[in-house]
């Protein structure tokens, strides 16, 4: 079969390419006078159904266009009435979605009852993709700016972690905006290679001499921040796990323990975060003192004036104190590190520092059954004394 039988075609190496004339109306809508595309095939039969196909879509395009509809069978070509080329196939004349309204879209329907802290991350990671590029709508990013905004973090001193979480914070609106608004875009900012090595340090479990040392300063300064440091010392939690207790989560007595649960002023981190930790040594003490002087709902006032329990602002203060005493190459977190690591010197089984720890045990087993009973963690948690 011959090429001139093939309607609105032409050929180049062995492939059949569509061709067709803009009509002089409508040239104001296109960057180009002449539509050419790859019709893909070789065949010269599924050349003419295929270019019989689009030379009909395109008749009806047209019609609509002239009547003020934007179906468009060729959008490679087409551009707005300004004249400004469109950079993808999706900005035709749907209305675009500029990045202020996205955030506010994703917060009105996402961020009911959250923190502060939440709004203060999702905006901070949007003060960053600003500084990255100037781009304005959602509809315009690209693959290209994913990767260039992952540099742009790592630059500025960020940590591989640090630039996951805020990579999970602008794809996770991305893909609520993409669905909510039916935007027929993939999002940029999924499977984009991150090194979480990269700028990274590992938190340093900190030596039982400087625990010893911290306590024995935390004795002689009876406030409420140093007490909140001193419940970690010999528990092992999490800094926002103790800042978020209730006065009734401590159980003094025979069997003294904390009670970690979830409070509407502070979640867990994991279902297995909710435990029973038998209160031995100078977080005995503390707690005592806590309850002593607590005359709230909420044993630490200082860190829950607001809703929420406000543990970044205990973590700030706590770790500049800490600096001065033990060095700068230590923080609060270094205690929960410490703690697996003195239990396993005592030869503690790894199901029992789990368990106490808030840790999950991996294993199906272990999802059975209520867990180590009191008498057996009070045993172990005694050697650490």
Known sequence: METKSVPYSFRKNGIFYFTRRVPQDLRAHYSTRRIAFSLKTRSAKMAIVRAQTTSTKLD????????????????????????????????????????????EHYLKHKGQNKSKTFQGSLNRAFRYLKQSSQKAYLEDFRKADATKFRDFLFAKN??????????????????????????????????VFIDRQLGSQKRQPIPIHDIRHVQSKISKINDEPRLLL???????????????????????????????????????????SERRIPLVGNSLFCAEKLVKNCEAVRLFSQYNKQEKTNANSASAALNKWLKNVIGKEYTVHGFRHSFRDRLRAVECPSEIIDQLGGWHTDGVGHQYGKGFPDEILIKWMKKLE
Request: net charge positive; proline share 6%.
């Open 60 to 103: 009806q395009h047209w019609h609509f266009l002239r009547v003020n509809s934007f179906e468009h069978p060729a959008f490679d070509n087409f551009r707005a009435t300004s004249r400004k080329r469109s950079s993808s196939p999706h900005e035709r004349y749907e209305k675009k979605h500029q990045i202020k309204e996205v955030i």
């Open 230 to 272: 001193g419940l970690i010392t010999d528990t092992g939690m999490r800094l926002a796990e103790a800042a978020g207790l209730a006065k009734d989560d401590i159980h003094l007595g025979d069997r003294p323990f904390i009670q970690v649960k979830p409070h509407p002023w502070r979640s867990l981190k994991t279902k297995s």
């Open 158 to 191: 960020l940590a591989g972690p640090s630039v996951k979480r805020v990579f999970s914070t602008i794809r996770a609106v991305f893909n609520f905006c993409i669905s909510e608004f039916d935007i027929k875009m993939s999002n940029p900012f999924t499977n």
